[in-house]
């Protein structure tokens, strides 16, 4: 198993099991405050323990529940306060910050009509009685709205020192919205995501570049995922007695027990993040298991290892059980769910480490509910897909795998290297559509094919980098990016594209294995921009604050073109010269023969521009009639440069970047002045138009 640091140090597993986390639940009555350490072991440092049980009502959408929360300080300083998110109340009415940013949509999708969610907690006090709920306080630290309730503090009575832990019991009842932004209620499906009061991170100074120790906890914003510390949970879902055998949640199903009216289902997950749960009636339920020793190739196995340098034996994959929910109108599909998934754990495993949690669960929404589609949470994800992408010739449009693939990555993004993504969302959705983009093509060859069209991840991603007039850099909170597409493109898109150029400019084998030392040395741990641009250039050798500030802290696009090329035969001198020092009179015998008189000499003029303001080292290849062929090498600092040649052959063709390395280049169309025909533009053009024929079609599996 893959070694994990976290803030105190290196580990190699999650042995430790949730019998420990109940243990330290149990103690440390009296003060509040236990005495001994943080839940501890390999993997992830634990920086809090939960044991809890909920009930759901389908009917009234209602839920309620009794979170046991042990919290450790793991930073520097006394800590003053908690603070929690409660989530829910993103959902609560239109002047929530959510509502006010979102115009109440997310992806086209709108929440139905009256079905408000929200969140109370209803009681809050520690092991020794003391009462938190009375010292409550809704706070709105990024934009002061005070009709958002996603962000409360619960003052401590005495400050809880370094090392120690605090236990507390939560009381809450809430509602669950429509299904609409990452959760919510669908008739009798349901899933809970951000459903429970969640502590916040509790950052140490010079966590992430912070000056000050603090609590990070920001509201539910519009263009917002999440960021959260690692934990154990211990949690038993309650529904009616109809969902029994249809249930999944976080981590592995230990037990489901049933009364005359009701099913129990407990779960238990060590060293994660968050804690998800869904269940619908109507899943079937399809088990099957990853098996490295058959589901792994062991050619592509021995090429990752060569890219890596490393051995065969050195990235070994771990088993993981696989439990696919999936829709009776999309059984035929749960093939290509379930092979995109082996994909994915042996693309994403081979290149950064094993995948280290036993369990994983695929969960496809029901039509109607797809405001649940595709999303991410650790050891269970959703999808999503259209019956008519199962048959042809819609078959070969890769939707299903798409979000498989996808949404499975951030396990390792979002869910072991725990990025803010609040505040950093490409370190999880740009590094996340990278590699989602590169399984995908060397799984499938490409994303869409259909009725001969192909495009390919690289191609879909690289054609929404449009004209380049990019208003945002990709760095930069979520909240902020300016509104129209902004935040998906500088978290998604832009970033993957930066990625792949990043490779071709130092190299497959560097990239690789630089990205591999980043993950292996900060999963668990949190990492900032500048943590990645750190490892990054220490792992390379190389100092690439040139190309970092530019791709990722600006709004520069890069763009090179050919303006002009022009070859043509040189007239023969005419007129008086001087010959070593002897005047002489040369041409007059061309005059007899007219104005077109001239030799086998020709003059090649070639203009190159930067269109963008992204600086970039710019390769220009000359081509000749006679098979001569000449590259030029340009610094790309000024607006433009100009190259005159004397050759005895015409000029066919001038082309920047030939070989493709820049992959931010925004406009591939202008790259070349060719003097003979050639299909390499509308080939380029064509791309284009597969871009929004595969959005068109990929909306089909998202559209309720």
């Known amino acids: 198993m893959p070694g994990g640091r976290g803030r105190s140090g290196r580990g190699t597993g999650f042995g430790v099991g949730f019998a420990v986390a109940v243990a330290l639940l149990a103690g440390g009555a009296g ?39 042990r919290w450790h300080n793991t930073s520097s300083v006394p800590v003053t306060e908690l603070q929690l998110h409660l989530y829910l109340n993103a959902f609560a009415s239109t002047k929530t910050t959510f509502f006010r940013e979102s115009g109440g949509q997310l992806r086209g999708v709108k929440i139905p009509p009256k079905t408000w969610g929200f969140i109370e907690v209803t009681a809050m006090r520690t092991a020794a009685g003391d009462d938190l709920k009375a010292g409550e306080q809704f706070i709105s630290p990024d934009d002061g709205n005070p009709d ?81 510390d ?23 199903l230990v037990e489901e027990t049933a009364t005359a009216d009701t099913v129990t289902a407990r779960f238990v997950q060590e060293g994660v993040n968050d804690f998800a749960w869904t269940a619908d009636p109507a899943f079937v339920v399809v088990p099957d298991r990853f098996d490295p020793l058959t589901d792994v190739c062991a050619v592509e196995q021995g090429r990752i290892a060569g890219l890596l340098g490393l051995t065969p034996e050195e ?35 081979l290149r950064l480490g094993a995948y280290p949690y036993p369990h994983f669960t695929l969960v496809d929404p029901p039509r109607g509910a797809m405001g649940s589609a595709g999303m991410e949470y650790v050891t269970l994800i959703t999808l999503g897909t259209h019956p008519l992408l199962g048959l042809w010739p819609f078959d070969e ?68 980098l449009g004209g380049g007039r990019y208003t945002d850099p990709i760095v930069r909170e979520s909240w902020r990016f300016r509104t129209g597409g902004s935040y998906g493109f500088n978290s998604y898109a832009r970033p993957a594209v930066t990625l792949r150029h990043l490779e071709n400019l130092v190299g497959t084998t560097a ?51 050919v303006r002009t090329v022009t070859s043509s035969k040189l007239r023969r001198v005419r007129g008086v010269v001087w010959r070593d020092g002897v005047r002489t009179l040369e041409g007059e015998e ?104 595969q959005n068109l079609l990929a909306a089909t599996a998202f559209v309720g």
């Open 31 to 69: 003060s509040g405050v236990a005495q001994d350490t943080a839940p501890a072991g390999p993997g992830p440092e634990r920086v809090y323990t939960i044991a809890m049980s909920a009930t759901y009502d389908p009917g009234e959408r209602s839920i309620a529940g009794t979170e046991h929360l």
């Open 148 to 228: 958002d309730r996603t962000v409360a503090r619960y003052p401590l009575l005495a400050p809880l020192p370094p090392g120690e832990s605090i236990e507390v019991e939560i009381e809450f009842a809430g509602q669950m919205p429509g299904v609409f932004a990452r959760n919510g209620a669908h008739g009798d499906y349901v899933l809970g995501g951000q459903w429970f009061p969640k502590v916040a991170v509790f950052e140490d100074a010079g966590v992430r570049g912070r000056a000050e120790a603090g609590w990070n906890c920001h509201q539910y914003h519009a263009h917002s995922e999440f960021y959260a």
């Open 230 to 252: 690692f934990g154990d949970y211990d949690v038993s879902i309650t529904l009616p007695l109809r969902y029994r055998g249809h249930i999944g949640g976080t981590g592995r």
């Open 315 to 349: 990235i070994t994959l771990l088993p993981v059980d696989i439990t696919l929910l999936v829709r009776p109108e999309n059984r035929s599909q749960a093939a290509r769910y379930i092979s995109s998934l082996k994909v994915a754990l042996a693309g994403y495993g």
């Open 397 to 464: 449009v890769r939707a299903a795998e798409m979000v498989t693939i996808h949404e499975f990555g951030h396990n390792y993004w979002m869910g072991m290297i725990a990025s803010n993504e609040f505040e950093e969302s490409w370190l999880d959705e740009g590094i996340n559509s990278y590699y989602d983009m590169i399984v995908t093509d060397e799984a499938y060859g490409s994303q869409v094919e259909l009725l001969g069209f192909e495009a390919t991840a690289f191609d879909n991603n690289h054609a929404s």
């Open 511 to 561: 990239f690789h294995k630089a990205m591999r030392a980043f993950f292996q040395e900060w999963q668990f741990r949190h990492p900032s921009t500048a943590d990645f641009e750190r490892s990054f250039q220490a792992s390379v050798s190389r100092d690439l604050t040139w190309f970092f500030e530019q791709a990722f802290h600006s709004t520069r696009a890069l763009d090179y073109g």
């Open 590 to 693: 061309d005059e007899d023969k007219g104005e077109g008189a001239e030799d086998e000499d020709y003059r090649t003029v070639v203009v190159v521009d930067r269109l963008g303001e992204f600086v970039h080292p710019v390769t220009v290849e000359l081509r000749w009639a006679d098979g001569h062929v000449e590259r030029r090498e340009w610094d790309g600092q000024e607006r433009w440069v100009r190259w005159e040649v004397v050759r005895s052959a015409e000029l066919v063709a001038a082309e920047v970047d030939l070989d493709d390395l820049m992959a931010l280049d925004v406009n591939r169309l202008n790259n070349g002045r060719l003097l003979e025909e050639r299909s390499a533009p509308a080939n380029k053009l064509l791309v284009h138009m597969l871009f929004w024929l």
